[in-house]
Nanobody, 115 residues
Framework: QVQLVESGGDLVQPGGSLRLSCAAS????????VGWYRQAPEKQREFVAG???????NYADSVKGRFTISRDNAKNTVYLQMNSLKPEDTAVYYC?????????WGQGTQVTVSA
């Protein structure tokens, strides 16, 4: 069982930056494929960024060059650095962890980009 707790969401102006954190419980966190998803009002949840191990990363086209995902397995934490934020980045951001058939979600953290 893995519990995920996101934090760092806030109201920010366009062009601003935020760093989201996802703290995980469990001793096997380092084995999990971890990623960030987001869901805007009246839209489906979508993939944002993934970091299946300590080195490789992948991003949605809409955030490439602006967002950076990283993980610290010693701290059981995954981060999402978001720069050059746009109003269309407004959403609830969710942390996700997958290992085999096991999939876990956090409760989400709200990011609002508005002037």
């Amino acid at each position: 069982q893995v519990q995920l707790v996101e934090s760092g969401g806030d109201l920010v102006q366009p062009g601003g930056s935020l760093r989201l954190s996802c703290a995980a419980s469990g001793s096997l966190f380092r084995l999990y494929d971890v990623g960030w998803y987001r869901q805007a009002p009246e839209k489906q949840r979508e993939f944002v960024a993934g970091i299946p191990d300590g080195t490789s990363t992948n991003y949605a086209d809409s955030v490439k060059g602006r967002f950076t995902i990283s993980r610290d397995n010693a701290k059981n934490t995954v981060y999402l650095q978001m720069n050059s934020l746009k109003p269309e980045d407004t959403a609830v951001y969710y942390c996700n962890a997958v290992l085999g058939s096991r999939r876990y979600w956090g409760q989400g953290t709200q990011v609002t980009v508005s002037a």
